[in-house]
């Protein structure tokens, strides 16, 4: 059903999560994957100490799963702990003007689903469009692929962003057998992509639009967003 309106005692961020629980590779075989369990803790936590509200949506309304290689014992407990994350919203039914900002955590999830989702893409160009913050990090700017202007343009031409590398991706062993790098797709829309050194900290922010490098990169995004929120 479509999202209820709320008086919210708090102002509200969206995250945008993956559903996918596995990536298609090139030779067709199945990588587990799934959320990084930081990329969303990290900022949710930032948010929520800060005093909003973090609501989650999926495409399809299913419970996103965090991939297994991202956990610590401190994670799998805090995770269990966010009972929204347990019942998402589906995107469709969410409405960007509820919100006062959008964020997308990565993992290599977002690559096998909102990298084409075009529901996904109409929030994140509403967002923008409407001088929202929106951020994502890591693999979480794959979400940014399908989002397109009026016109059929990539929203993302003539941004400086960043994201997972694809000298990352190579230093993590994945890239030979990946159907796309994020950075070479990213680029050939038409983004300003800025490379950092190698799984360090590192973020951009064009306009309203914050992006991370990495899982390291997680706290300054947070802080990012929540400096353009707070001015």
Known sequence: MPEQAVVADRPRVLFIVSAAHQLTMKDATLHTTGFWAGELLVPYEAFTQSGFDVKFATPVG???QPDPRSLNAHDGAELDHIPDLRMPLVLDDVEVGGYEAVFVPGGHAPMEDLA???????LITQALAAGKPVGAV???PAALLAARR?????TVAGYRLTGFTD???????LAGNMRYLLEDKLV????????????QAHTETD????TGQNPQSSAQI???????LQS
């Open 188 to 199: 050939e829309l038409g983004a300003d992509f800025v490379e950092g050194p190698a799984f």
């Open 207 to 210: 306009r309203n639009l914050h």
């Open 138 to 140: 890591c693999h979480g």
């Open 150 to 154: 009026d016109d059929g343009t990539p």
């Open 62 to 64: 299913q419970v996103p």
């Open 116 to 122: 084409t989702d075009k529901i996904a893409g109409r």
């Open 167 to 173: 000298e990352e991706e190579r230093r993590g062993g």
């Open 222 to 228: 947070a802080a990012d967003m929540l400096e353009a």
